[in-house]
């Protein structure tokens, strides 16, 4: 891997772990960004202390204000910057004073609006100190450990997820909104997150540095990207970061801007122009990164690898007691290039001998809708003892009565004992997601399309051919 120097990585440390966070630019009124990060710090339960940044100083919310971050304690590692884009440049040169080395700017109006003079200025005034910059024009960070955080979405709109040592995700986006998204998509699926990253123009800090670091970071075993474009000249820095870091680490990244209108608007965006798509899928194809083809693939084929083990290889088989949406993966598994795998006769036989005549005992087994644990049980237990199988999929209706609730401890067993991953299917309303929440909950993740079982087991399998060359 390019080398990271230790100091570095400390340093980069110190936006989720820092002592204390001044935010600059806490206004009175809580309708303002500024005051709304203020608070919703507060309440996020943060270990450190935290100090509003206000020239009027005074009371608010109960916290004295200091007119400058020049008069707040020496104990500051982290400002959030949060004032209009004209004022960032006076404010950094006084962290590099202070000796904050740590700032994240919230506050657009830079290069996404043609500013690209005042980007470069703060840029340079940054590195001057030895400063590291996140932003501007982003929502900045949140650690699930420390609860340090920049949202100035109020606690009571967005849900900020909590760490789960099973999973250990760790997302960086380019967009606040799918970020956001993100997170509480990760919160509704019981996963929880590590480090979340949404930087925005990227001025400083991007893509690469935060790969290099989360490379190290023994709370992260998952790393999640949404990406609209790498910035000029730093190809092929990321393209030898992510080489090693995938040798680590799976790498999942949904890549948009890739038609002419999209690159336009990416523009627009973050001021970051994105090429041709080819080039990309060239890239993530040689580095080992899992690109994925949308958002929702993004966090099925992120839980798939938090969950699971990888495959030897892409045979998949799969058992169901209603088979209309086993024909929909199969479909897909042929487009993913997976396999449909070829039962042994010995499997069969044992099939034929435990189901009665009407079940039907081939690749998708189909044991109708009056299977219950017990079948299922037969059926995934003759996959996993099966060589020709390397992928287990099973879809249930758990709206079929006959199929009783032992099915959780069927599943957690085999699933403690097998190096095979098992990946499961149901869709339905509130009984269905009440029945996948608590399977979930037992490691084993649950996806209510056939398109996101299939993404998620064409990842696994990917991920895995890639490690073995």
Not at 310 to 321: D, E, I, M, Q, T
Not at 420 to 449: C, E, N, W
């Amino acid at each position: 891997m390019i080398p990271i120097p230790q100091s570095i990585i400390e340093q980069l440390d110190k936006f989720f772990k820092p002592r204390a966070v001044a935010v600059v630019g806490v206004s009175y009124h809580p309708e303002k960004i500024g005051h709304i990060i203020f608070k919703s710090l507060l309440e996020s339960q943060y270990c450190g202390k935290i100090y509003p940044v206000n020239p009027k100083g005074g009371d608010i919310i109960g916290h004295m204000a200091y007119p400058s971050i020049l008069d707040c304690p020496d104990d500051t590692e982290l400002a959030v910057i949060t004032i209009a884009a004209k004022y960032t440049p006076q404010v950094i040169e006084q962290c590099g004073k202070k000796g904050v080395r740590n700032i994240v700017i919230v506050s657009g109006g830079f290069k996404e609006v043609g500013n690209e003079e005042l980007e470069s200025q703060i840029v340079e005034i940054a590195r001057q100190n030895g400063i590291r910059i996140i932003g501007p024009n982003c929502i900045g960070i949140y650690d699930a450990i420390t609860k340090v955080e920049t949202f100035f979405q109020s606690h009571d709109r967005m849900v900020r997820p909590s760490y789960n040592a099973k999973t250990k995700i760790s997302f960086l986006t380019q967009s606040g909104t799918y970020g956001a998204s993100f997170l509480e998509l990760l919160d509704e699926d019981g996963l929880g997150v590590s480090k979340f990253v949404s930087y925005g123009n990227k001025a400083d800090v991007n893509e690469t540095d935060m790969l290099q670091y989360l490379a190290e970071d023994q709370d992260t075993k998952v790393i999640a990207i949404y990406l609209e474009a790498i910035g000029r000249g730093e190809g092929r820095t990321f393209f030898e970061v992510a080489k090693e870091v995938t040798r680590k680490k799976p790498v999942v990244i949904y890549k948009t801007g890739t038609t002419t209108e999209g690159t336009t608007a990416a523009k627009s965006h973050t001021g970051h122009l994105s090429s041709q798509a080819a080039v990309y899928n060239g890239v993530f194809k040689q580095t080992g990164i899992l690109s994925i083809r949308n958002f929702d693939e993004l966090l099925a084929v992120s839980k798939a690898l938090a969950f699971q083990p990888l495959p030897k290889g892409n045979r998949c088989a799969f058992v169901s007691n209603g088979i209309g949406p086993v024909i929909a993966m199969i479909d897909e598994a042929v487009k993913n290039k997976l396999e449909i795998a070829k039962l042994q006769e010995l499997t069969r036989e044992h099939l034929r001998e435990k189901f009665p005549p009407f079940f039907v005992i081939e690749n998708p087994v189909d044991v109708t809708g009056s299977a219950t644990s017990k079948d299922y049980e037969i059926a995934i237990e003759a996959f996993l003892n099966d060589p020709n199988v390397d992928i287990v999929m099973p879809w249930f209706v758990f709206q079929d009565t006959p199929l009783d609730e032992n099915i959780v401890n069927v599943l957690d067993e085999m699933n403690s004992r097998t190096q095979k991953p098992i990946l499961i299917g149901a869709h339905g309303g509130p009984y269905t997601k009440r029945m996948s929440k608590i399977i979930q909950g037992k490691g084993i993740p649950v996806f209510d399309q056939a398109g996101k079982v299939i993404a998620a087991a064409s990842a696994l399998y990917r991920y895995s051919q890639y490690l073995s060359r």
